[in-house]
């Protein structure tokens, strides 16, 4: 089928590219041309695993090419994805102007039939009102699809490949039958329900794991008060295939672009509809919590931050990601900054984002023991698997002073203690 998408994010990009290597036609757009540019050099902007080499790939074989004006690749598309961004505004609802601007661009463009569906994540209700934007500038016949996307950063081409569900809201069977040929060689369960329900789906989706990580999250915090490990915890309750082992790790709580964007916006939606969704208030409560805690527990193992160097191990809100939006290192950066402490930072892929972000005088290494070294205290924001695997006698020999205060639990805490530091870190005492 010949594709058009809107939008090459993580969720465009990894969708332009998969499709494409699934044998579609693709072309995608963007208003940033800086990104369009490295592009068509077969360059991604993006970090994922396994994105540079599809690349490659599929532009080598012509399925997939890349502009900044969609008047010439609208002619033919026969499926236009919308993946704009959907940011939060100050109040947490979402920001659809994006999603607008897309909408109108493809009504002004559009001289034939054609299924446009919607991949970002957007309030119930976006769909119809979708419909008539595009109806303001376009009188001919189309139909709207709301398809959710489910993948995640750091293997978004994995997911993508082999999602655990699609899920397809349409109100017109022609629309359901293009979507179900459009999917026809993936094997997983398809949902086709309707457009309200589907873009439901996938806010009640991130709503939940918020909810399942800020639930370990109060656990570790009682854990850290009764002397429970809350790590042998997560383990003891994971293996009940009701509560499952996923999603219940103590640590620093969610960050990215999604999680905290999401559980915000459906709180604000809920609450514009009349109703007070009291756990998703308390979920979002306690991720902006667990960044103070930590902070706290740099503040208690220095005592005074103020001239104290300290290194920040980790920027991107997860591993096998360059993305640092709503990542806690962020907060945690600038926290110690304001405090007067010196920091010294590392992080594989995320230190030229974070360099576009980040003022004050912050010391960039590509090495986590440079970081380390004459630090008084070392925090761990991602656990990135190298941090893992650190040489501690070398580190401990490194430091200044030998804390750690460790934001994702990857040590264990009778070695880090029989080594000599002053460890500390989420729901372990
Ligand atoms: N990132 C994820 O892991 C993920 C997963 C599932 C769903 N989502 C949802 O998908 C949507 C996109 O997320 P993302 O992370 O890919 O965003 P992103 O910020 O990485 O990319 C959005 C892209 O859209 C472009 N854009 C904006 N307006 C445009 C327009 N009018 N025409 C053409 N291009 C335009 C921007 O320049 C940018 O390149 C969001 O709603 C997000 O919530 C994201």
Partial sequence: MKILIIGTGYVGLVTGVCLADKGHKVTCVDIDERKIKKLKQGISPIHEPGLPELLEKNIGAKK?????????????????????GTPAKENGEADLSYVEQALADIGRNLDHYAVIVNKSTVPVGTAKRAKEIIKKYYGGEFNFVSNPEFLRQGSAVRDFLFPDRLVIGADSEKAQKIMAELYQNFSCPKVFTNLESAEMIKYASNAFLATKISFINEIA?????????????????????????????????????????????????????????????????????????????????LGEVKDKTIGIWGLAFKPNTDDIRESAAIEVIQHLIGKGANIKVHDPVAMERAREILDGDIAYHDDPYEVAREAHAVVIITNWQHFKEIDKEKLKILMAEANIIDGRNIYEVEEMKRLGFNYWSIGRT
């Fill in 64 to 84: 997939i090419s890349f502009e900044t004006n969609i008047s010439p690749a609208i002619k033919e598309a026969e499926v236009i994805f919308i993946a704009v």
């Fill in 221 to 301: 915090g009682v854990c850290e008060k009764v002397g429970a490990d809350v790590k042998e915890v997560a383990h003891g309750m994971g293996l009940d295939p009701r509560i499952g082992n996923k999603f219940l790790e103590a640590g620093l709580g969610y960050g990215g672009s999604c999680f905290p964007k999401d559980t915000r916006a459906l709180y604000q939606m809920a609450g514009v509809n009349g109703y007070d969704f009291r756990i998703l208030k308390a979920v979002i409560e306690v991720n902006n919590y667990q960044r103070k805690s930590l902070i706290e527990k740099i503040e208690i193992a």
